[in-house]
């Protein structure tokens, strides 16, 4: 801790609060990162001064912690632990089902006793499905179990780092006082408000995102409406197109009836005209008057011979 030790009184190791000051900077920025992506970030705090704050400020956060005794294995044998929540949520599905009311008093009393204990040491991880993407520790010297299956399984870690621990297997440390709650306070209040601003900015990418892909989608419906549109105008354009045709090809046919009805007409009335002079000329009455006449003429002259 030597490069973060300002000077020493009365045996006293003060910290440079200038180097603080930028670690804690890079430690939020890293943090704001890894909540931006969307993984989860687990708090390790088991310390009396430290477990009070940590539990009341990172449940506003809705990322895991754990403040009560750190379960061995926890990282390292994941699958297991899942179980143990696993085996909770299916308690208080027996509970809501009413299988619960149908047990005997003493085994309600055990189910409801193992339900209490598995919430106090697993309730703030029951969300944690996965391997977190990184630690945030309070007291690496107290915690140096989570801090060795963080390093065997490459989870960055984060911590708080007194003068009397080894930064040297820590990624991101902060040199500061993990004794007095008013630091805790400070420093885990600084990280919870970098990684709130990572999780708005994540929202924010996903309204925008979502905002872009409702637009896309109008889009594509606006222009397949104008396709639509199009293609139902050329279809009305071709329908007409062949209405005309038709009702011109209708109107050739019947102008074409007429001409030849009108052609006819005029032929029958030619041959009537041609027949009726002859029928007039064999059928007038001069005709029949000098027919008529031509007899009487023929009598006189016999009349007169016979005189």
Do not use: C
């Not at 027996?94 to 919430?119: C, H, N, P, V, Y």
């Not at 925008?208 to 009305?236: M, N």
């Amino acid at each position: 801790m030597a490069p973060y030790i300002f000077m020493e009184k009365n045996g006293i190791h003060i910290i440079d609060l200038n180097k603080t000051e930028a670690k804690m900077e890079e430690a939020a920025n890293a943090l704001k990162q890894i909540a931006k992506s969307g993984r989860k970030i687990l708090f390790v705090a088991t310390k009396k001064q430290a477990k009070d704050i940590v539990s009341e400020r990172i449940k506003q956060t809705n990322m895991p912690y754990v403040t009560e005794r750190w379960p061995g294995g926890m990282l390292t044998n994941f699958p297991t632990i899942r179980k143990a929540v696993k085996k909770m949520s299916a308690i208080d599905k027996m509970a809501s089902d009413g299988t619960f009311d149908t047990l005997a008093k003493r085994e309600k009393l055990q189910i409801t006793r193992q339900r209490a204990k598995l919430e106090k040491m697993f309730g703030s991880i029951a969300d944690l499905t996965r391997l977190p993407a990184a630690m945030f520790i309070v007291d690496i010297s107290k915690e140096y179990i989570a801090v060795r299956e963080a390093k065997r399984l490459n989870i960055p870690v984060f911590a708080i780092v007194d003068t009397n621990s080894d930064p040297t297997n820590i990624d991101f440390p902060i040199p500061a006082n993990d004794d007095a709650s008013k630091s805790i306070d400070l420093i885990v209040d600084y990280i919870a408000a970098a990684v709130e601003e990572g999780l708005n900015e994540r929202k924010m990418e996903k309204e925008k995102e979502a905002a872009t892909a409702r637009e896309k989608k109008a889009k594509k419906e606006e222009k397949s409406a104008a396709r639509t549109d199009k293609k139902e105008v050329k279809e009305e354009a071709k329908t007409a197109k062949r209405e005309d045709k038709s009702e011109a090809k209708v109107s050739k046919k019947a102008s074409g009836k007429e001409e030849a009805g009108k052609e006819k007409a005029d032929e029958s009335a030619g041959k009537e005209a041609a027949k009726e002079p002859a029928t007039k000329s064999a059928s007038s009455p001069e005709d029949k008057a000098d027919k008529e006449a031509k007899p009487e003429e023929a009598d006189a002259s016999d009349d007169s011979k016979k005189e």
